[in-house]
């Protein structure tokens, strides 16, 4: 797969699975949408309730995305972080 063509080269991409309060997906996927460096987020169904794109400069930038903005979004009670790789 290649690149994405929103993602500057030597830039980080990640999916963000997020697992919400009953309830709360479509409120969680608006706040977060808003949040400098995601790039999209859908509510969706299965185990997870919200799938997130976002993009960083450094994996250190993806980690305090995560941590500081969007684990921070009322009605959020977990998130898994899975960075893209290029093989």
């Given at each position: 797969?290649?690149?994405?063509?929103?993602?500057?080269?030597?830039?980080?991409?990640?999916?963000?699975?997020?697992?919400?309060?009953?309830?709360?997906?479509?409120?969680?996927a608006k706040?977060?949408?808003?949040i400098k460096?995601?790039?999209?987020?859908?509510?969706?169904?299965?185990?997870?309730?919200?799938?997130?794109?976002?993009?960083?400069?450094?994996?250190?930038?993806?980690?305090?995305?995560?941590?500081?903005?969007?684990?921070?979004?009322?009605?959020?009670?977990?998130?898994?972080?899975?960075p893209v790789?290029?093989?």
């Open positions: 797969m290649t690149p994405a063509k929103d993602v500057a080269a030597g830039d980080v991409l990640a999916y963000i699975l997020i697992q919400t309060e009953v309830g709360k997906a479509a409120q969680v706040e977060v949408a808003k460096g995601v790039t999209s987020a859908e509510d969706v169904t299965g185990p997870y309730d919200v799938i997130v794109r976002a993009t960083a400069r450094t994996v250190d930038d993806l980690g305090k995305l995560v941590v500081a903005r969007i684990q921070g979004v009322e009605g959020i009670t977990r998130t898994l972080t899975c790789v290029h093989l």
